[in-house]
């Protein structure tokens, strides 16, 4: 407060306002005592904000021009789904079925052909295989002129051989061998006049101790036919 109280004395006594003797006197005494009344600092601040305190000048509005506002435009509305109406459909296009030429029809019909013949050949092939080492046909098989009633047979069971010749022949032989290639039964057969023979034999006796594969064997003329079975000596 000091300095600036006395400047203040100073400026209103060089501005003429307020009581000069007064202003002296206070001034006087302040720089002697460094002190002053209330009164007289009431006095001196009153004088100060009259005369002294330059007002404060109001702010000038900002003068907001029309063309300085932005003008937001609304949103669009939003657009509406179409309707059925307004959904086109699109033409299907025709697939077109490629023509089959001439040439691709000929070669699939021979490789069918190829294969039908493979086929063929695997067969025989399996059958050939299927024969056995005599040239007789395992299994209840039938030859062209023998065959028998079954593929195995136990000691005791009654085998069936039947036949048909291919010449005028009035008899022919049987026989059968045991897998030691030993004959165990023969008989000698009458031929039918319409070339068929047929005749029984019981599965047992000398020789027939062995398990395993038996030959019937039928000869006449310059024929010889044979056909396989197995045989097991226990019942």
Same mark, same amino acid.
């Given at each position: 407060m000091g300095q600036f109280f006395t400047d203040d004395i100073? %400026?209103?006594?060089?501005? &003429?306002? &307020?009581? *000069?003797?007064?202003l002296a006197k206070i001034k006087?005494?302040?720089e002697s005592t460094k002190l002053v009344s209330i009164d007289d600092r009431k006095y001196v601040e009153g004088l100060i904000s009259r005369y002294l305190q330059v007002p404060?000048? !109001? +702010? !000038?509005?900002k003068i907001i021009r029309e063309s300085e506002k932005r003008i937001v435009p609304p949103p669009p509305p939003p657009r509406n789904p179409p309707t059925l109406?307004?959904?086109?459909? +699109? $033409?299907? +296009?025709?697939?077109? /079925? $490629?023509?089959?030429e001439g040439s691709k029809i000929k070669l699939r019909n021979i490789v069918i052909a190829v294969c039908a013949?493979?086929?063929? #050949?695997?067969? #025989?092939s399996f059958v050939a295989m299927n024969q056995d080492e005599t040239g007789g046909i395992t299994g209840p098989a039938i030859t062209k002129t023998l065959e028998i009633d079954s593929a195995s047979y136990v000691r005791g069971d009654i085998?069936? /051989?039947s036949g048909k010749t291919k010449d005028t022949s009035q008899t022919?032989?049987? %026989? /059968? *061998?045991? !897998?030691s290639n030993t004959e165990v039964w023969t008989e000698t #057969?009458? #031929?039918?006049p319409n070339k068929e023979f047929s005749t029984l034999a019981i599965a047992g006796g000398d020789g027939w101790d062995q398990a395993g594969r038996y030959t019937i064997i039928l000869t006449y003329s310059d024929v010889s036919e044979s056909i396989g079975f197995s045989f097991s000596p226990s019942e």
């Open positions: 100073d %400026a209103l006594l060089k501005s &003429g306002h &307020g009581d *000069s003797t007064r006087a005494e302040f404060t000048e !109001p +702010k !000038p509005e109406l307004e959904v086109k459909q +699109k $033409p299907k +296009k025709e697939e077109k /079925i $490629p023509k089959i013949t493979v086929f063929a #050949v695997l067969t #025989v085998i069936s /051989i022919v032989r049987l %026989a /059968i *061998s045991n !897998p #057969v009458t #031929v039918k």
